[in-house]
């Protein structure tokens, strides 16, 4: 198994370099290892997506089915991924929060204690009293 950055996901969800998804497509037909991707890297394409490229919710959620479905690279952790989104999109907070609870959830946390109203809504979160 290896790991991949930012940029090499964000490659292959846009396709918007085709050189350089190329090489990825290369790397990956000469790899017998998995490529996968972390939470860190998940967050930061949420982010790159919405904030610098001004993808709606709707357009990130299509780009993460692709990620577990559609590409040859795969969420580190699939469950907390699927976790993550499915909760953020019930109760209206950003993946990156999804993200946060639910790899808490898995490492064992009763909860996430938070200020955000929106997470709190979420058995993965508690608001701070």
């Not at 198994?1 to 964000?10: A, F, H, P, R, W």
Request: hydrophobic share 45%.
């Amino acid at each position: 198994m290896n790991g991949i950055d930012t940029n090499l996901l964000l490659r292959l969800i846009l396709g918007d370099d085709r050189d350089q998804v190329m090489r990825i497509k290369d790397l990956l037909k000469g790899s017998t290892d998995d490529l996968v991707a972390n939470d860190l890297v998940i967050a930061e394409t949420v982010w790159t997506l919405q904030k610098a490229m001004g993808a709606s919710r709707e357009e990130v959620i299509i780009a993460l089915d692709t990620l577990t479905t559609g590409i040859d690279v795969r969420p580190l952790d699939v469950k907390t991924l699927e976790l993550a989104r499915h909760e953020s999109e019930l109760h209206g907070f950003g993946i990156a929060d999804g993200l946060i609870g639910a790899r808490n959830a898995a490492a064992g946390c009763e909860t996430t204690y938070t200020f955000d109203k929106r997470a709190a809504r979420s058995a993965l979160f508690t608001i701070v009293p």
